[in-house]
């Protein structure tokens, strides 16, 4: 469904090399392609699909979340404000109202408000491409432990991605909040990094400004906050559910993105473990098919061999979240014979 975007971890891998080794499943995987057939014409647009009230079991959001987190990377060559443009000449297609993008050149934050009738969608962007964006590797690699008070509260949380979320908030919340008192439902997602930076979003919109998260969908993220952090998800808030029930968590076997980071130093020099929250799916690729073990919670990892970590994280299964959500939703789609659903989905762009 997506040309893959070339993610840069190579100062991340090299941390990765020098500290020691990463676990993950014990497997031999193969770059994999679906090519898609001309669609027809399409009587409703892809976005229309979009259950903005959905609570977690519906296929079309994750799958349509899949593809926004990699529309999120500008993989045109077009400049930032270009792409701005291309973004919402495309999706105005396919059924959304309007595309705000958002963007902090410091921490490398980075990504998109995509509006549709019903939902408000931030997708934020993972680890750009460029050997030269020093930001978004640092936001990886500043595992730190931030403590944040929300009330009397202390949560810890890992500092790099805290302070991206941070940096682009204003203008997040501005918008969110906004669409959110007009009736909308707020949706967030993103891919490795930007997972982490959605998950800080919803945090922060939920927990401290009491905007209500209707759905966190994640692809290939890392862990973002400690015990106490968890815990405060475990907690309705702003008339919501709480964000352990609204996260879902996809990974694919393998995926070394999935195990980072362990843990951190606060300020105090105390150390803190990072957790994942949310509901967890596992995605096991056999041959040319990707097997999906929904609910699976957190799988145990071999060990990887530390020469397969570059080559997993640019063009291996970290970049193949989209590819496997198309496959699984539109074999359920054809299942069923919904052509029309089928094909709003076989027209949108290319990632």
Known sequence: ?????????????????????????????????????????VQEPAFNYFDATDQGS????????????????????????????????????????????????????????????????VACR??????????????????????????????????????AAFSVYPEVWSRVATE????RRLWLTGHSLGGATASMLAFRLQYMDNIPVQGLITYGAPRVGNDHFYKMAENPAAGGRALTESTQRFVLAGDVAATFWKDGLDSHGRKHTFHHFGITHTIFRNGNVYDFDYFSGELPMGYIPRTMIPWILTFGIHMEYEDALYQETTSLLLAVQ????YNAFNALPSN
């Open 1 to 41: 469904m997506c040309t893959r975007q070339t993610l840069s971890f190579i100062p991340l891998v090299f941390g990765l090399l020098l500290s020691g080794a990463v676990q993950g499943q014990s497997k031999t995987f193969y770059p994999l392609t679906f090519k898609k057939s001309p669609a027809p014409p």
């Open 58 to 121: 519906g296929i079309n959001n994750r799958f349509l979340l899949a593809h926004l987190s990699m529309a999120a990377y500008n993989n045109t060559g077009l400049s930032e404000a270009d792409y701005d443009a291309y973004l919402l000449a495309q999706y105005s297609l396919h059924g959304v109202l309007d595309v705000e993008p958002f963007h902090d050149a410091q921490t490398g934050a980075d990504g998109a408000i995509f509006v549709t009738n019903d939902a408000v969608i």
């Open 126 to 163: 993972g680890t750009s491409g460029s050997l030269t964006n020093l930001a978004d590797h640092y936001a990886d690699l500043d595992k730190r432990v931030k403590l944040v008070k929300i009330g009397s509260r202390e949560v810890g949380v890992h500092q790099g991605f805290w302070d």
């Open 180 to 183: 959110v008192a007009s009736g």
């Open 338 to 341: 919904d052509d029309e659903v």
